[in-house]
């Protein structure tokens, strides 16, 4: 490994604050910049490290910043459902030297007691919520909620947790919670029951922060409607955790303990 490694992680998630912060920690011949996408007001940065906010103007534009910061290792810890972002991350390295693979963090296992409802998109994920109840908790984030304001779908409730305020439209009936994980069973299945939620609808993004809706909803039986991921980019190599990454850029897994 090179004596002073520039690393580039997209961020946006709790995975890339802990690479950095860690990286930050236990690797001082390594120079950390986190990429931030700049949507949300007040963005949980990581505590070391670079920042830098805003997209980069598309592959082209990245694969120059890339150039001109020469990054030797771009990490993309995104959120498994920014694709775009990734799929950018893939073209502009294409051509160059730098080097690039995925902080993923795995999905939802599946439990056999859970009554689990694949869909493909947030459209499918609508479509398949009259047949299954009336009264929807719906945590797939604030972005796309279009696809739930349809006339179809006027005779459903919905309570919508969202970070940040969602923009409209939203479904005609709607109960907005401003809230930012992590979630607690006790508390997901208190606000199941205080609005009589019989129908969950979550992407699959998977970690420990907001996975505590999916066991109270096993254990009040409620079906759960799961968005699924969409396609990583092909040939990246990706790793499942903070602990893996590093073990990659050639640091001692163990330095991913010495951060909170
Ligand atoms: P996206 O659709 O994949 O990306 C849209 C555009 O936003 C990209 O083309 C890029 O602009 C810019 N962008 C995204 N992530 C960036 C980053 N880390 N640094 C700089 N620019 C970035 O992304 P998204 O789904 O809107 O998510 C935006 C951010 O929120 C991501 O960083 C992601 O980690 C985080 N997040 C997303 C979700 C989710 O469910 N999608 C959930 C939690 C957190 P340019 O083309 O101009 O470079």
């Known amino acids: 490994m090179p004596d002073d490694l520039r690393v580039l992680i997209l961020g946006g998630t709790a995975e890339a604050r802990h690479l950095a912060d860690a990286l930050a920690a236990e690797a001082p ?14 963005p949980g940065t990581p505590a070391a490290g670079d920042v830098r906010v805003g997209g980069f103007g598309g592959p082209d534009a990245l694969a120059a910043w890339l150039r001109a910061h020469r990054i030797d290792v771009l990490v993309d810890a995104t959120h498994p459902f920014a694709a775009t972002i990734s799929t950018h991350a893939a073209r ?28 493909r998109s947030l459209a499918d994920a609508a479509a398949r919520l009259p047949a299954l109840g009336t009264r929807v908790f ?9 696809a739930f304001a349809g006339p179809e779908l006027d005779g459903l409730h919905f309570v919508v947790r969202t970070v940040e305020p969602p923009e409209p439209p939203l479904p005609r009936s709607t109960h907005i919670l401003l809230d930012r994980g992590p979630y607690t069973v006790e508390g997901e299945r208190a ?17 420990s922060a907001t996975a505590a809706k ?19 980019p092909e040939g ?25």
């Open 236 to 260: 990246v190599p990706h790793v499942p955790d903070v602990r893996t990454a590093l073990a990659r850029l050639g640091l001692s897994p163990d330095a991913a303990d010495t951060c909170p």
């Open 29 to 42: 011949h390594v120079r950390v910049t986190t990429s931030l996408a700049g949507r949300v007001t007040n």
């Open 92 to 119: 502009a390295v294409a051509a160059s030297a730098t080097d690039l693979f995925a902080l993923r963090r795995p999905g939802w296992p599946a439990h056999p007691q859970d009554r689990r409802h694949p869909a």
């Open 214 to 232: 999916l066991t109270a909803a096993r254990e009040l039986g409620l079906p759960v409607v799961m968005v699924e991921r969409p396609p990583a």
């Open 138 to 146: 719906l945590t797939t984030g604030r972005q796309g909620l279009a």
């Open 191 to 207: 606000l199941l029951l205080e609005h009589r939620v019989d129908v969950l609808v979550t992407k699959d993004s998977g970690g």
